[in-house]
């Protein structure tokens, strides 16, 4: 039997204070918001109590903020795609901020399992004055577990509409994609950064923002297969592949503190999930 489940997450501000309305069907929820930061910024945790999708399974997330609301949402544990038996398992997740909002997508990775045929889509709409940062973080199979990654594939789609598609298909079969320089090179794990502006960014925003994250990769173990850019004038990407996801995660959390300094003047204080 197939899942659908679907989220709808509206984030506002209440009395002063950033606060999250939601609704839910199916085997999809949020946890109480929690205020780490204080009454500007509402932490979530998304959880899905399955723990993953086999094929035919659907998430689907919507997430919307407006006026000078700021949301932060994350994930307990892994998305994991597993093995289908012909259909496809999808999450589709929809993030609109209106004028003065500003978002953080952090979910933990997605785990494609070998035999898996999944996709996963984020596409974000952003007014003029919003600001988004988000990562997206993908293991293909689990190489510690030595449970590669040998059939199946993975969809990925990353859209900040009128700004900035990225889109590609990885085939577990593919091996000069998988395995040779100019692919993936034998990494198992590939992860991005975000950080989106509504109206471009000024020069010295820009820059600076490119400088931190490249001095910090510099300095990273994964320098050699990471690097930072800005495809264009509202969208600055941090790309990471390496051969776990953990190494990958340290560095994006490195420079996701970084950014929320430069860009926002928020010291760092992590997501409590995390520490546990």
């Known amino acids: ?40 910024i509402c932490h979530n945790v998304l959880v899905h109590p399955p723990g993953g999708l086999v094929g035919g399974d659907t998430l689907d997330i919507s997430v919307t903020a407006s006026g000078n609301a700021h949301g932060l949402i994350t994930t307990p544990g892994a998305t994991r795609f597993y093995r289908s038996a012909g259909e496809l398992a999808v999450q589709r997740t929809h993030i ?36 988004f940062m988000g990562w997206d973080v993908t293991a293909l199979g689990l190489p510690s577990a030595s449970r590669p990654f040998e059939q199946g594939s993975f969809l990925q789609h990353i859209e900040v509409t ?9 085939e577990a079969t593919d091996a000069r994609l998988m395995n040779s320089p100019p692919g993936l090179a034998g990494q198992r794990c590939m992860a991005s950064l975000f950080f989106v502006a509504g109206t471009a960014l000024d020069r010295n925003r820009r820059e600076t923002g490119l400088e931190l994250a490249r001095d910090l990769i510099a300095a990273h173990p ?43 003047q928020f010291n760092g204080t992590m997501p409590r999930i995390w520490a546990t």
């Not at 009128?162 to 990885?170: D, F, K």
């Open 1 to 40: 039997m197939s899942w659908h489940a679907q989220l709808d997450l509206d984030y506002r501000v209440e009395q002063q204070r950033s606060v999250a309305r939601h609704c839910h069907t199916g085997p999809l929820r949020v946890l109480q918001s929690l205020y780490p930061e204080g009454d500007a």
């Open 96 to 131: 609109t901020l209106a004028d003065c909002a500003r978002l953080e997508w952090l979910p933990l990775e997605a785990i494609c399992y070998n035999h898996c045929l999944a996709a996963n889509h984020l596409t974000v709409n952003l007014a003029p004055k919003a600001e």
């Open 162 to 170: 009128g700004m900035w598609p990225e889109r590609g298909r990885i």
């Open 222 to 264: 994964l320098c050699h297969t990471s690097g930072a850019t800005c495809p264009n004038p509202n969208v600055m990407v941090v790309r990471v592949l390496s051969p776990l996801v953990e190494p990958a995660v340290n560095l994006l959390r490195q420079v996701w503190l970084a950014w929320r300094t430069h860009f926002w």
